[in-house]
């Protein structure tokens, strides 16, 4: 069975900086892209970033760029979101999502985790 | 960027009928479209690809359509398990991207 668990938000402050991971069982995790979404309170779902299998390759969206670094430890099956800078607007559910192999659509998501940026 | 844009926003519907959720692109997305389910607390559940294809499992109930701009979602019969938020998904410029910003289908 696919799985894949967030973990690390949490309350930061403005200007600060949060590592999310995201821990992936259940399929060959070096065999497939994989992206960040993020879902504001009462919002609808953004594209955060995205890296490629074997992490050779990453994106993100300009909302973020320059600020978020993606990364993926294929030894550890464990995707990561490194957030700095962090603003108000920041504030979201981040989820891991797993891209279809062979195709661009996302497959399995995660249930999320929280980031809350507040003084 | 390519805006996706989902009507109504909330549905009101009760067991048993045939709701249709709307999904429009400001430009052209071919049939590079999903469709997702999300109940509360849960991970969204991906339920339709290439616009009109079932992912595995889902059940015969939901179908998908359209292409270019206009997509929908239908669903034939609603089961009480359906009540969820259902949103779409354009993946024509991977990794950009956009969802629209998802239809409540809530018991009337």
């Known amino acids: 069975e696919v799985q894949l668990v967030e973990s690390g938000g949490g309350l930061v402050q403005p200007g600060g900086s949060l590592r999310l991971s995201c821990a992936a069982s259940?399929?060959?995790?070096?065999?497939?892209?994989m992206h960040w979404v993020r879902q504001a309170p009462g919002k609808g779902l953004e594209y955060v970033s995205a890296i490629s299998s074997n992490g050779g390759s990453t994106y993100y969206a300009n909302s973020v760029k320059g600020r978020f670094t993606i990364s993926r430890d294929n030894s550890k099956n464990t995707l990561y979101l490194q957030m700095g800078s962090l603003r108000a607007e920041d504030m979201a559910v981040y989820y891991c999502?797993?891209?279809?192999?062979?195709?661009?659509?996302?497959?399995?998501w995660g249930q999320g985790t929280l980031v809350t940026v507040s003084s | 960027e390519i805006v996706m844009t989902q009507s109504p926003a909330t549905l009101s519907v009760s067991p048993g009928e045939r709701p249709t959720l709307s999904c429009r692109a400001s430009?052209?997305?071919?049939?590079?479209l999903a469709w997702y389910q999300q109940k509360p607390g849960q991970a969204p559940r991906l339920l339709i690809y290439g616009a009109s294809t079932r992912a595995t499992g889902i059940p015969a109930r939901f179908s998908g359509s359209g292409s270019g701009t206009e997509f929908t979602l239908t669903i034939s019969s609603l089961q009480s398990e359906d009540f969820a938020v259902y949103f779409c998904q354009q993946y024509n410029n991977w990794p950009l991207y956009t969802f629209g910003q998802g239809t409540k289908l809530e018991i009337k």
């Open positions: 430009q052209s997305v071919s049939s590079n």
């Open positions: 259940g399929f060959p995790f070096s065999s497939y892209a």
């Open positions: 999502a797993r891209k279809s192999s062979g195709t661009y659509w996302v497959d399995y």
